[in-house]
């Protein structure tokens, strides 16, 4: 059941600079993150970040696409459809604020929270 997982157990998906596909180097996290799901059942929202690049409005859009892609590769692997939401932050929520390439890249980020 779900209580036996929290949301630090489904690592983040990262992505590539203006990009929302899943990249080839994630697909075992998105494999991995899929089975914890279908063992549990779990309900899960997906949230989609974004680094400060852009205006608010492409960046909730990219946020958005990006919590799509990793929900659409979650129910590609069996996950079940009506236990993922998602929702996105654009770039409202970062995990640092440095204006260096590892800081940009830990924000291009898509997190996953259990739902209760």
Do not use: H, W
């Amino acid at each position: 059941n779900s209580s036996q997982i929290n949301s630090s157990s489904l690592k983040n998906i990262f992505f590539k600079f203006d990009r929302y596909e899943v990249q080839a180097d994630m697909f075992d996290r998105i494999n991995e993150i899929a089975n914890i799901l279908k063992a549990t059942n779990a309900k899960v929202i997906v949230e989609g970040n974004k680094e400060s690049f852009g205006s608010d409005e492409y960046n909730f859009a990219l946020g958005k696409k990006r919590a799509d892609s990793v929900k659409n590769a979650l129910v590609s692997r069996g996950v079940d459809s009506r236990n993922i939401s998602t929702l996105t932050f654009g770039e409202s929520k970062p995990v640092c604020a440095q204006q260096t390439q590892e800081c940009y890249q830990a924000n291009r980020r898509v997190e996953f929270k259990i739902v209760q």
